[in-house]
């Protein structure tokens, strides 16, 4: 007969298994950033987003795309934004 799991140990279980890759697919890549394929191959040409290859595999830098989210969130000349506010 098996041992019942407590909440705290299923809740544990499931946080260990949730690892959190350090590169993607394209296909994940384009619903990580809500993109389009060739809007994302356009950001990797002009060197925006950083990938490997492994084989035939072309896979995105996980960091690449946080480190382009936050570059666009964040611009770094304050004169570029909008004065309307």
Avoid: F, W
């Avoid at 697919?25 to 060739?38: F, K, N, Q, W």
């Amino acid at each position: 007969m098996a041992k019942a799991e407590t909440n705290d140990q299923r809740t544990e279980r499931k946080n260990q298994s949730a690892i959190e890759p350090i590169a993607m697919r394209v296909p994940e890549a384009c619903r990580y950033l809500g993109i389009g394929r060739s809007t994302l191959y356009v950001l990797i040409n002009e060197g925006e987003i950083e990938i490997i290859k492994l084989g035939s595999s072309t896979l995105v830098l996980a960091e690449s795309l946080r480190s382009l989210v936050e570059r666009r969130r964040n611009p770094a000349d304050p004169h570029t934004a909008d004065d309307r506010y």
